[in-house]
T-cell receptor, first 113, second 115 residues
Framework: SQKIEQNSEALNIQEGKTATLTCNYTNYSPAYLQWYRQDPGRGPVFLLL?????KEKRKERLKVTFDTTLKQSLFHITASQPADSATYLCALSTKGGYQKVTFGTGTKLQVIP | EAQVTQNPRYLITVTGKKLTVTCSQN?????MSWYRQDPGLGLRQIYY???????DKGDVPEGYKVSRKEKRNFPLILESPSPNQTSLYFC??????????????FGPGTRLTVT
């Protein structure tokens, strides 16, 4: 069956360090993958999108990689700040099924001052 | 301000009493979708709509109905709510699901409790 896995354990890192979050998937042929940020009690906010034919995407302190061979995406936040503390969700859409979106369960990031 | 709005934000109801959660967007987006979020299960797609009068099932459509009579509105209808529909519901929209417009904008959420 199709599955998207994010590290369910919370990730605690020191301010200023690089946070790396993982999104693994099985039995998918994703056309593209998105990363969202969600704060408690609020709706997710879009951060980055990467397509199957792209290896890497950057936006300010954020970087996403996409390895379709490993079936994995990595999400990096460089020079992390306490304000980056939130839950981060990855989401997949497949070829021919762009309308359907499947989310991972998210990883909670805590940046410690 | 560009936004997705949902009403009500909080709702406590009883089993079997029909309810509607409204969703409206002011961005002229073609695509709209409903999700529910449960601890440990993440966000799961209930229904989506590619455009007016075009809707389709997501991964967990049982017990829900939707309609898309106008581009801006996409109400979620629970004809006979049950306790297992207690959840946090999100509406989302995006410009389209083709081309380069996959970014979804989410509403603030509706917390529903069915007793």
């Amino acid at each position: 069956s199709q599955k998207i896995e994010q590290n369910s354990e919370a990730l605690n890192i020191q301010e200023g360090k690089t946070a790396t979050l993982t999104c693994n998937y099985t039995n998918y042929s994703p056309a593209y993958l998105q990363w969202y940020r969600q704060d408690p009690g609020r709706g997710p906010v879009f951060l980055l999108l990467i397509r199957e034919n792209e290896k890497e995407k950057r936006k300010e302190r954020l970087k996403v990689t996409f390895d379709t061979t490993l079936k994995q995406s990595l999400f990096h936040i460089t020079a992390s700040q306490p304000a980056d503390s939130a839950t981060y969700l990855c989401a997949l859409s497949t070829k021919g099924g762009y309308q359907k979106v499947t989310f991972g369960t998210g990883t909670k990031l805590q940046v410690i001052p | 301000e560009a936004q997705v709005t949902q009403n009500p934000r909080y709702l406590i109801t009883v089993t079997g009493k029909k309810l509607t959660v409204t969703c409206s967007q002011n961005m002229n987006h073609e695509y709209m979708s409903w999700y529910r979020q449960d601890p440990g299960l993440g966000l799961r797609q209930i229904y989506y709509s590619m455009n007016v009068e075009v809707t389709d099932k997501g991964d967990v459509p049982e017990g829900y109905k939707v309609s898309r009579k106008e581009k801006r509105n996409f109400p979620l209808i629970l004809e006979s709510p049950s306790p297992n529909q207690t959840s946090l519901y999100f509406c989302a929209s995006s410009l389209s699901r083709t081309g380069n417009s996959y970014e979804q904008y989410f509403g603030p959420g509706t917390r529903l409790t069915v007793t």
